[in-house]
């Protein structure tokens, strides 16, 4: 007689959460100010303005953008700044830095924003496969916010995971 396969890991109250759920789609762009400096090395303010003046900012609508300076050149604060503001009419984050710190500061403002009421008292498990360019510092934020209300925290797949937390009893 054939007994019936029950996939316990289904029946469980197991709860996974996989941050590429929560991805946000649209371009990353990094944005580099490197070519309007004269001879990449100087900032002239006046020349400057006008490159940030004539810049076709619109086709960063829906975008996240990294603005950078990618050459050995002091740059006032205030140079980035100015490209932001143009740039945050159109783009959904705009930061100064790179596409890790990008994505970085896109996933804390997401798992900040997160209600996590339903993995109170649960076992969680934090998947760790993903096509997403997920920053390990997301996964420091989703454990600062999952470690003081579930019951376990595990990381990978359900037939596969590492024990990272357990609530004291």
Known sequence: MEEEIINRVANSKLKTF???EIYP???RV????????????ILKEKDFR????????????NS???VTCSVDAIVPSWAFMLVASELTPFANKVVVGN????ETVIYQELIGFLDFKSF???PVIIKGCSEKP???SAFAFLIAKLQPIARSILFGEACSTVPLYKMKK
């Open 18 to 20: 996989d941050l590429e």
């Open 64 to 66: 996240f953008v990294a």
């Open 50 to 61: 006008e490159a940030v003046l004539k810049h076709d900012w619109s086709k960063y609508q």
């Open 25 to 27: 789609e649209g371009e």
């Open 120 to 122: 109170e008292n649960l």
């Open 30 to 41: 990094l944005f580099d100010i490197k070519d309007w400096l004269f001879e990449e090395i």
């Open 99 to 102: 596409l890790e710190l990008l």
């Open 134 to 136: 997920i920053p390990a």
